[in-house]
Nanobody, 122 residues
Framework: QVQLVESGGGLVQPGDSLRLSCAAS????????GAWFRQAPGKEREFVAG????????RYADSVKGRFTISRDNAKNTVDLQMTSLKPDDTAIYYC???????????????WGQGTQVTVSS
């Protein structure tokens, strides 16, 4: 059974940093793209960042470039999202996902975690 479990969400102030982690099990995660999506209240789920199996190719949404960094540890079957300079607009539920293809399209991802809440507020 495939499981993706997110952790690290919470309530932070604008300008703060937060690190999300996703632990994968039940699949050969080192052969999959790992990605993060987010869904804000009243909005559609959107791509945040993705990383190739080799970790050589990261991809970011324009809204987070320069502030967020995605990384992975294939030995631990994890993919992390380091978020800095957080803004209230970053408030959302953040989801981990896995796919055979590095894409910003939600439909390309067959495996999803349950999500972790990130709230940025003063």
């Amino acid at each position: 059974q495939v499981q993706l479990v997110e952790s690290g969400g919470g309530l932070v102030q604008p300008g703060d940093s937060l690190r999300l982690s996703c632990a994968a099990s039940g699949l050969s995660f080192s052969t999959y793209v790992g990605a993060w999506f987010r869904q804000a209240p009243g909005k559609e789920r959107e791509f945040v960042a993705g990383i190739s199996p080799s970790a050589r190719i990261p991809r970011y949404a324009d809204s987070v470039k320069g502030r967020f960094t995605i990384s992975r540890d294939n030995a631990k079957n994890t993919v992390d999202l380091q978020m800095t300079s957080l803004k209230p607009d970053d408030t959302a539920i953040y989801y981990c996902a896995a796919s055979n293809l590095l894409s910003s399209a939600e439909g390309r991802y067959g495996y999803w975690g349950q999500g972790t809440q990130v709230t940025v507020s003063s």
